[in-house]
């Protein structure tokens, strides 16, 4: 199966996160309390009163399909408590419906691959008009995924459509059926009569056996592609009709209305190695025979470095010709291709509505010849090729249609994994436009509007090309792709309502200023070798008489372009190298080993069946009828018990102790553990609760999924336990490796390795942290003080010594530094390398720590690392003011005498 990548499992965790609490409480409380761990606080907006719908925002490039397969099954688990759940797969286009189709049905494919790793062989996959093949004895043994088009199901007269019309075939599962499930279903009216002729008016008032009450019937979960386009009262009514047991939406462009639970970024899209970032741009006011030729000359280049690569990679260049009527035509790029720039024929595919010349191609067939792909809009949907690494867009950026659809093709990164070759972790675009300003407005536009991608995202992802070749010299041309060279900064034009007035001006900040009026205002050029206060001073100078709308349209311009500066400034993207940080070790059996989970566990050196069987707190909620057992101690407590219910549960199972042990333990099992320990454990929680509390056979099977995650909270809490003793034990023999050592056993911060979120977007200009963007800091309190990391980082940032720095993040386990605690790592708040190469970690906490015990146990490992690095290592726990009345400043300047 497809491994996961950490955000797309963060993503999944959030959604169960919300299911389970969910189940237990208000959604609207789930909801909150879900966003607040992402330090968020949108309101929920309810659709269905008791329907769970949340949204998970992905960028172009992140997976959302994948996502959707595997939130199948974890939503069958924490919404239906069942693994053989009913899903309907909505799609915004039949084109995708027949591809989403084909996928799920193709065991090869990731997709039905993600569904097999929860269900096995126990899945149907199916469209409506093939549902009747599933029969009644599928239902509660296979996962049902129903794929369907948004629009089949879409309309106010039910009659028109198949969905809702009289099926014979379905009849099976409707027979024998009782009063409370057939009380909501529709039935057969006099309509149907008119569209169904067989019917006649003994059939008016029957439950009709349509593929929409098959569904009502078995509450789907339901899963909404591009759920940005179904916001109308039309879809809401809809989904009602099919009376879903939960809706989870996917979209990279969300809208409000759409409760995004997790969203992802930019950032980290790049640290996973599924996009290629920065975007290298180069405007062309000269036109499109340059804009193509520049783009030719950037392909070849990378041609030449992709030989280099152990995997073969051809790079691609995607041409966005114009439409007929303007100048450069499909046919007329062809032709320029081949007569003006030597281009083969058989290097040149069309694709467009008519031209189809990719059919039947497989572009990554190392005999496939293709090197220049012509379209006029989008190509086709689902189309993706990897080695399409350049976009030469010949229509003015600010008119063409589907750029950023083009831009997204030439994002995704071959086989998913960063190349040897740091130019083909880039991707290029040439671009008709008369400035980079003008050129990267638009794009950035286009990224955040269509594409998923946020502003601060954006910003700092698309840097100026510095240096092309106009001529052949492969040799030249290789190079200039692939140096490191000091980057010149574009000039920042500022686009204005009208001419400002500048007598009142600095000399000085004159110099550095142009005035070019234009029939919309002026657009203002400032050089782009201005230092950082010449900037603040021009955007002060230049905002102090415009009205409110222009002023803040006029800060995001100064923000974009101070992105951009950052962006070819930062250490990373300059390829300098963060030295190797050296991780806390331990000797075990006369090896050193990094203080890892894993080995936290071995020191425990623990046994599951040494520990007395319990599960304080396990609770049962129905999820039919509502009721609640909780165990306390020997004694059971029931809340909400509906008699029938609970009848079931005295009603002797099918299932024996046996075989529910056999399935706990796939669900229980952790690497750490020997599967026989396991199985007698389990063995022994069954007799506990069972015969001890005197739950049946019965209500344990029915309750499964809940049993299964309190004894997984039970195994951890016992791990837990273990690690502490083990830790507490051994944390005076943990040392950082020697400088012989320091390469095996350290942490490196890498270029395209810094999945941000919440980026710093403040005012303050840092000069030395290692990336272009900054993670999650904060430069004034919600009340309007400024924050006291954000202090914590101008000191690091202004001192001397410090040649780099990083703002860590956190559980962000192979990306960020860490050190270990007895349950789990600690992410320090900032880590810097000094100029004479020592590392500085530094630790902030605002709040009183001496009560702190979390605190005081950072304390000791981080003073422990630095203890035995012999000087290597510095560990500074700040804090806003110490015991000596120091501030962060002195203390920080103390610490680095």
């Known amino acids: 199966m497809f491994k996961l990548k950490k955000y797309q499992n963060d993503a999944l965790d959030a959604l169960g996160d919300f299911f389970d609490r969910a189940r237990k409480g208000s959604i609207q409380d789930a909801y909150k309390d879900v966003l607040q761990r992402q330090q968020r606080t949108e309101a929920y907006q309810e659709i269905f009163s008791d329907i769970p719908s949340v949204c998970l925002r992905v960028p172009t490039g992140g997976g959302k399909t994948l996502l959707a397969a595997h939130a199948v099954a974890l939503a069958g688990k924490s919404v239906l408590d069942s693994d053989a759940p009913v899903a309907l797969w909505l799609t915004p286009s039949d084109t995708i419906r027949t591809q989403t189709l084909e996928a799920l049905s193709n065991a090869r494919h990731p997709y039905r691959q993600a569904l097999a790793h929860y269900f096995g062989d126990r899945i149907r996959i199916c469209d409506l008009e093939s549902l009747q093949t599933v029969g009644p004895h599928d239902i509660g043994k296979a996962c049902i995924v129903v794929v369907a088009t948004i629009q089949a199901l879409n309309v106010s007269d039910t009659s028109t459509r198949n969905v809702y019309s009289f099926f014979e075939e379905l009849g099976e599962h409707f027979r024998d059926l009782p009063a409370s499930l057939t009380s909501n ?3 057969v009216t006099e309509g149907d009569l008119q569209s169904q002729k067989f019917l006649t008016s003994k059939d008016i008032g029957r439950v009709k056996w349509s593929v929409a009450n098959w569904l009502h019937l078995h509450r789907p979960l339901v899963i909404v592609d591009e759920a940005h386009n179904n916001r109308t009262d039309r879809f809401f009514k809809t989904l009602g009709r099919l009376h879903p047991s939960c809706v989870i939406e996917m979209t990279a462009t969300p809208v409000p209305g759409n409760n995004v639970l997790y969203h992802v970024s930019a950032q980290e899209l790049r640290a996973e190695q599924m996009i290629k970032l920065p975007i290298v741009l180069a405007e062309h006011p000269e036109g499109w025979r340059e804009c193509l030729r520049d783009s030719i000359l950037t392909r070849d280049s990378l041609e030449l470095v992709a030989l280099k690569e152990d995997d073969y990679v051809r790079p691609i260049v995607l041409i966005q010709a114009m439409p007929k009527g303007g100048e450069a035509t499909v046919d007329v790029v062809k032709q320029h291709l081949i007569d003006q720039e030597n281009i083969s024929p058989e290097q040149i595919a069309i694709a467009t509505g008519t031209q189809k010349e990719l059919n039947g191609v497989d572009l990554f067939d190392p005999d496939c010849k293709v090197r220049y792909i012509i379209t006029i809009e989008a190509l086709k949907e689902g189309w993706d090729c ?8 010949l229509q003015s950026v600010s008119s063409s249609k589907d750029v950023e659809q083009l831009l997204g093709r030439v994002l995704r990164m071959p086989y998913a994994t960063d190349r040897s070759q740091a130019p083909l972790n880039k991707a290029y675009a040439h671009i008709v436009a008369t400035n980079f300003a003008e050129a990267a407005s638009n794009l950035r536009d286009r990224l955040v509007q269509n594409m998923g991608f946020e502003r601060l995202d954006t910003a700092g992802i698309i840097v100026p090309q510095q240096s092309l070749p106009l001529a052949g010299g492969s040799g030249g041309t290789a190079q200039s792709i692939g140096q490191n060279t000091t980057p010149s900064i574009p000039d920042c034009h500022v686009e204005l309502p009208a001419v400002p007035e500048t007598h009142n001006w600095p000399e000085d900040l004159k110099a550095q200023v142009e005035i070019r009026p234009t ?11 201005v230092d950082n206060e010449m900037l603040k001073q021009a955007e002060t100078f230049i905002s102090a008489s415009l009205p409110p709308k222009a002023k803040e349209k006029v800060a995001q311009q100064f923000s974009d372009h101070r992105a951009v500066r950052n962006a070819l400034r ?5 390829g300098i190298l963060f030295s190797p940080i050296p991780q806390l ?15 936290l566990a071995e020191l425990g050196d623990w046994n599951l069946l040494d520990y007395p069987v319990q599960l304080a707190g396990f609770s049962i909620q129905e999820t039919v009828n509502s009721f609640e057992i909780d165990v306390q101690g020997e004694k059971v407590k029931f809340r909400h018990i509906d008699a029938q219910q609970l009848k079931l549960n005295e009603v002797a199972s099918h299932i024996s102790p046996q075989d529910l042990v056999r399935w706990l333990d796939i669900q229980v099992r952790k690497p750490f553990l020997p599967q026989p320990q396991v199985l007698a454990y389990l063995t022994k929680m069954l007799s506990y609760l069972m ?14 999924f809940q049993l ?18 083990g830790f507490q034990g051994r944390l005076f023999e943990m040392s950082v490796p020697t400088l012989e050592e320091v ?15 919440n980026m710093y977007q403040g005012s303050y200009e840092f000069n030395k942290h290692f990336y272009p963007v900054i993670h999650d800091l904060r430069e004034k309190t919600p009340a309007g003080n400024t924050a006291e990391e954000f202090r914590c980082a101008m000191a690091i940032d202004a001192h001397p010594k410090v040649k780099h720095w990083v703002r860590n993040i956190e559980r962000q386990e192979s990306c960020s530094f860490w050190l270990p605690t007895a349950s789990d790592y600690f992410y320090p708040d900032f880590v810097a390398e000094l100029e004479d190469g020592r590392i500085l970690v530094v630790e902030y906490k605002g709040e009183p720590y001496k009560t702190n015990d979390d605190s005081k146990e950072k304390q000791q490992v981080g003073y422990q690392w630095e203890k035995s690095s012999n000087g290597l290592c510095l560990f500074l726990f700040a804090v806003e003011r110490d015991d000596l009345g120091r501030d962060v400043f002195k203390q920080l300047a103390d610490k680095l005498l």
């Not at 029939?519 to 070798?529: D, E, F, I, Y």
């Not at 070790?585 to 894993?598: A, F, Q």
């Open 185 to 187: 279903l529709e039935k």
């Open 519 to 529: 029939s919309q205002g002026a657009t203002l050029v400032l050089k782009g070798n």
């Open 585 to 599: 070790c331990l000797k075990l059996d006369g090896y050193l080993e990094i203080v890892e989970k894993d080995t």
């Open 743 to 757: 390469a095996q056993y350290s942490f490196s911060f890498d270029a395209g390795r810094y999945p941000a979120r």
């Open 386 to 393: 990897s080695f399409a690494y350049v976009l030469s867009s």
């Open 691 to 704: 015969s001890g509390i005197g739950l049946s056979l019965t209500a344990l099977v029915r309750a499964r």
């Open 708 to 725: 299964a995650d309190a004894i997984k909270g039970e195994i951890e809490r016992l791990r837990k336990q273990a690690m502490e003793k």
């Open 570 to 574: 930062a250490p990373a993207q300059l």
